[in-house]
């Protein structure tokens, strides 16, 4: 998938249009485990009293919610440029009465509204492959942390299993962009997903990618026979 076919204007008009279906289909495709996904992902950002972390593509806000429920006292800011996601974001973080802990605010990726050194930590969860320069968006997140923070991303990588990867490409191929048309509407919405999956770089490139704009010490975990890899990197 070359950069042209990640477009912002298009990727924002796609996520809004599925926006009011995006927490069910997350759920049915992963058969609930995206869950624990972003647990694991969660707990690898730095623990620190009164923390400031930062999701980035933080969508519905599945992972800014799970930050402030697992770490005591945490703040969070929830950035995202689809609105549509961003209204059920907020919607879910009033029903939660959390609304004194999670802020949440239209922004770009590649170019983050905040200054230098705010947070102490960054996170993005199934985002940065949507991201047109995705090595912009890496730099960006370094960029807002503050020394000695972490900077952690949760995405799909392609199946190394030589033993499932046939399996998972029928699943994500076929399966995934059937069912996501059904339960969206939305005719050919999914079928950027397996796309988008299938061209990101596998996670020994993303560690490589994340040395570059200086991180440090970056490794990552396989989770689910590498469905989807955690990479974490420490800010200088
Ligand atoms: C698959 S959703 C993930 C949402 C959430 N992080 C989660 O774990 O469910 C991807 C999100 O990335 C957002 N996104 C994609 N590219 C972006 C960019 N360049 N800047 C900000 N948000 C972006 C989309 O609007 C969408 O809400």
């Not at 049915?28 to 969660?42: C, E, P």
């Not at 799970?66 to 996601?85: C, H, R």
């Not at 000695?148 to 995405?155: D, F, Q, S, T, W």
């Not at 061209?199 to 560690?207: A, D, M, Y």
């Amino acid at each position: 998938m070359n950069k042209s076919e990640k477009d912002p204007v298009k990727i924002q008009t796609m996520f809004s249009t599925i926006a009011p279906r995006y927490d069910l289909l997350n759920s049915v495709l992963s058969l609930g485990i995206d869950r624990r996904w972003r647990r694991f992902a969660v707990d690898q950002l730095v623990k620190r009293e009164n923390a400031h972390y930062l999701d980035v593509a933080t969508g519905t806000c599945d992972v800014a919610l799970e930050i402030v429920n697992s770490l005591k006292g945490s703040k969070v800011t929830g950035v995202d440029f689809s609105e549509g996601m961003l209204e059920l974001g907020k919607e879910k973080i009033l029903n939660a009465g959390l609304n004194d802990r999670i802020d949440v605010r239209l922004g770009d990726a590649s170019d983050l509204p905040f200054e230098d050194n705010t947070f102490d930590g960054s996170i993005i969860a199934f985002g940065i492959r949507n991201v047109q320069d995705y090595k912009k968006g890496i730099s960006e997140m370094g960029r807002v942390v503050k020394s000695g923070c972490r900077v952690v991303i949760l995405e799909f990588t392609t199946m190394q299993s030589r033993m499932f990867k046939p399996f998972y490409i029928f699943y994500i191929t076929k399966v995934l962009p059937f069912i996501g048309e059904i339960i969206s509407g939305k005719k050919g919405a999914y079928k950027y997903l397996p796309d988008s999956m299938l061209s990101f770089p596998v996670p020994e490139e993303l560690k490589k990618a994340m040395e570059e704009t200086g991180l440090q010490d970056v490794r990552y975990y396989k989770l689910t026979f590498g469905i989807v890899a955690v990479h974490v990197g420490t800010v200088k």
